[in-house]
């Protein structure tokens, strides 16, 4: 992909969430003070944390962890609104993507606790109970009941919807040229004021200095990356991903080296590259072709980096 230019005197906005950084950069004077702006993108995004954080044992989603069996648990909007889509991304994907894995999260030391052998055999022993068969979801009065244990995590979505949030919260600020971030997850609101598209780099796995395989050219899109190059463990010289794979409550093995999608809302781009990663690289392109899904895979290959793409990422 060629690469494109960045217009000269952007301002950009940027704090911390989820254990990483969140930007926004703006392409142009949208008459708001720069501090009110950033009050009101913290203030999206830590709700989004608070609410979904597997870190704080006081968030909404480690309180519906918690809860008992059978009993109806209030959720806040937000929270509702991600175990919804989260849910029918599952069905989706067959299964691919699943919410149900933080316990095999937490075993192999990718949560807030440190990596536990007996907890590693527990997670990868047991019969793994899909969210779609036992998380019931009433949104009309905002509750949720769980028909059996569940161990929630939604590491694979949340940072992707708390774009989502960033881009809405700029939306209402009349905001039209802006680029909104959370880690690797990217949405663009508009273009670059000239109409050039937004470049957002997706990073080769394993490049020195985290070197850019390619350049995107974003516009009124969302782009995500799920990838084993940044957070992984080694064990016996095999790389073992942080993403787990839900049939086997334990880390991919093999997997791509990373896979990129492109899709409306980056709460979707999130959850879909997980879920290709989880396909791996055959049948996530399969399923990706079938489902008229833009995506990118990069495999190591001989040392070097092999591509395949669908949708818009064929050339």
């Known amino acids: 992909m060629p690469k494109m230019s960045i217009e000269p005197a952007q301002h950009l906005i940027e704090?911390?969430?989820?254990?990483?950084?969140?930007?926004?950069?703006?392409?142009?004077?949208?008459?708001?003070?720069?501090?009110t702006l950033q009050t009101a993108f913290q203030r999206a995004v830590h709700q989004v944390d608070m609410q979904m954080s597997t870190w704080s044992p006081h968030?909404?989603?480690?309180?519906?962890?918690?809860?008992?069996?059978?009993?109806?648990?209030?959720?806040?909007k937000h929270l509702m609104a991600v175990l919804t889509a989260g849910l029918a991304i599952s069905?989706?994907?067959?299964?691919?993507?699943?919410?149900?894995?933080?316990?095999?999260?937490?075993?192999?030391?990718?949560?807030?606790?440190?990596i536990n052998l007996d907890a590693i055999r527990a997670a990868s022993g047991c019969a793994r109970i899909p969210a779609t068969q036992t998380l019931i979801l009433d949104a009309g009065n905002g509750r949720a009941q769980k028909t059996t244990p569940l161990a929630l995590d939604l590491s694979g979505i949340a940072k992707?919807?708390?774009?989502?949030?960033?881009?809405?919260?700029?939306?209402g600020f009349g905001i039209k040229h802006a680029l909104c971030a959370i880690d690797g997850e990217v949405k663009a609101v508009g273009t670059q004021t000239c109409g050039t598209p937004w470049p957002?780099?997706?990073?080769?796995?394993?490049?020195?200095?985290?070197?850019?395989?390619?350049?995107?050219?974003?516009?009124?899109?969302?782009?995500?990356?799920?990838g084993?190059?940044?957070?992984?463990?080694?064990?016996?010289?095999?790389?073992?991903?942080h993403t787990i794979d839900p049939h086997r409550g334990a880390p991919l093995?093999?997997?791509?080296?990373?896979?990129?999608?492109?899709?409306?809302?980056?709460?979707?781009?999130?959850?879909?590259?997980?879920?290709?990663?989880?396909?791996?690289?055959m049948e996530g392109h399969t399923f990706a072709m079938e489902?008229?899904?833009?995506?990118?895979?990069?495999?190591?290959?001989?040392?070097?980096?092999?591509?395949?793409?669908?949708?818009?990422?064929?050339?």
């Open 15 to 35: 704090g911390r969430t989820m254990g990483s950084t969140w930007s926004v950069r703006l392409a142009e004077d949208c008459g708001v003070s720069q501090a």
């Open 91 to 114: 069905r989706d994907t067959k299964g691919a993507f699943e919410m149900n894995v933080g316990d095999a999260v937490r075993a192999w030391g990718f949560g807030a606790d440190q």
């Open 200 to 226: 957002v780099g997706i990073e080769g796995p394993d490049t020195p200095d985290r070197k850019m395989y390619s350049v995107l050219g974003l516009a009124d899109m969302a782009v995500a990356t799920s």
């Open 160 to 171: 992707g919807y708390g774009v989502d949030r960033l881009a809405f919260v700029a939306a």
């Open 253 to 281: 093995v093999n997997a791509p080296g990373s896979v990129t999608v492109l899709a409306k809302s980056c709460m979707q781009a999130d959850a879909m590259a997980t879920a290709l990663m989880v396909m791996g690289r």
């Open 228 to 241: 084993d190059y940044r957070h992984f463990i080694e064990v016996k010289g095999t790389r073992l991903s």
């Open 59 to 76: 968030s909404d989603l480690m309180r519906l962890n918690a809860a008992p069996v059978g009993d109806w648990v209030p959720l806040p």
């Open 291 to 315: 489902n008229e899904i833009s995506a990118l895979f990069l495999t190591r290959k001989a040392g070097n980096v092999d591509a395949i793409g669908t949708g818009l990422f064929v050339e």
